[in-house]
């Protein structure tokens, strides 16, 4: 997607946020709202500007969810426990409106950042770990990319018809240059491409598991958030690849020893996990079939929607995003209007 695309993208859902924010205000299509709602989060801490920022969807600052979490009790929600989810859709006696906070890839900055501002609220939080990032195994390409490709020139690699050179020196080409290995991690075998990428990026002087380990909690950092008692940890699979392009043995592999893992720190095991990506070519029935066949008690995709009692282990969450962090959009996306207005 071309710079521009991406900005006029932009600027039409702000525009369709705000729309939806006066509509409720206005106390029209109340239909929309849910019983409740899951949000989906990533990074949370203090925004650093920097001129290629191909992850700031994935991050949020801590003041901004203060005025999130400020927002959603002003306008009468309460929080809870995602795993409390599914007792609370079965339960036709209670119509109060609730909310439950997701975090995933397990970040330091969930810790350091996050968890004081859900303490201050007194709001339950799970955070979703991949096993192959807490030990330092495994790269984040998104990150390692973002790194690379900010810092370098140009980069030369072979996306399959011999060696290529991507100059970098405008924050287009940048971009052109991220869209184009995103679209080959998510073209063939997964693990294969990013073993690939990471070797570049060593080519480049950069080793992308010191990146992981800056980034990522460890087992000391996961028992020390786990200690919280509003703090829960879930599954997030051991290797984060798109577990819908993967074999079925390996794809429950993946879920099931991540469940170890978390078992393994804790001395609990998950009761929820989410599926990497957690769009509809990389999480499907298939995926929601085994999950609920480990005893997982919900599941979450990335998928926009409002949670329902019928689909547990394929469970919608709506994204705080790093390009919207109005306490009013917060209000619009709670409304529901945003999703009945793209048939949702």
């Known amino acids: ?10 600027i039409a859902i702000g525009g369709g946020l705000k729309g939806a924010w006066l509509a409720n205000a206005a106390g029209l299509m109340k239909e929309a709202r849910g019983r409740g709602i899951i949000f989906t989060l990533h990074h949370v801490r ?10 700031r969807h994935l991050e949020i600052t801590p003041e901004f969810l203060d005025a999130a979490l ?11 426990p995602l ?3 599914p007792f609370l859709l079965s339960d036709p006696r209670d119509d109060r409106l609730f909310a439950a906070f997701t975090l995933d890839d397990g970040y330091r900055n969930n810790l350091v950042h996050a968890l004081p501002v859900f303490e201050r609220h007194g709001a339950p939080f799970t955070v979703f770990i991949t096993q192959g990032f807490a030990e330092g195994s ?19 690699f072979n996306f399959g018809r011999g060696r290529e050179r991507l100059p970098l020196d405008t924050p287009v080409r940048q971009w052109e240059a991220f869209d184009r290995f995103a679209a080959f991690i998510h073209s063939q075998d997964e693990a294969r491409a990013v073993s690939n990428v990471d070797a570049m990026a060593r080519h480049y002087g950069i080793e992308p598991t010191d990146i992981t380990r800056d980034l990522v909690m460890g087992p000391k950092d996961l028992g020390a958030l786990a200690a919280s008692p509003l703090a ?3 599954a997030h699979t051991i290797s984060h690849r798109a577990l819908a392009r993967l074999p079925w043995a390996e794809a429950r592999i993946e879920m099931e020893i991540s469940a170890d893992y978390i078992e393994s720190i804790t001395g609990t095991r998950p009761r929820t996990i989410a599926y990497p990506y957690g769009l509809p070519a990389t999480a499907t029935a298939r995926e929601a079939g085994i999950a609920a066949d480990l005893g997982f008690a919900v599941a979450v995709t990335t998928q926009p929607g409002l949670p329902a009692a019928g689909q547990l282990t394929y469970m919608p969450r709506i994204s705080l995003n ?3 962090q109005k306490p009013r959009y917060v209000s619009a996306l709670a409304s529901g209007i945003p999703l009945k207005l793209l048939g949702k």
Do not use: C
């Open 322 to 324: 790093g390009f919207y």
């Open 232 to 234: 829960t940890l879930g």
């Open 1 to 10: 997607m071309g710079q521009w695309k991406r900005r006029l993208k932009r």
């Open 83 to 85: 795993d409390a989810v």
């Open 138 to 156: 495994h790269s984040i390409w998104w990150e390692t990319l973002a790194l690379l490709l900010s810092r370098e020139n140009s980069v030369e």
């Open 70 to 80: 400020r927002r959603l009790k002003r306008i009468g929600y309460r929080f809870v």
């Open 46 to 55: 203090p925004h650093i500007a920097q001129p290629f920022e191909p992850n």
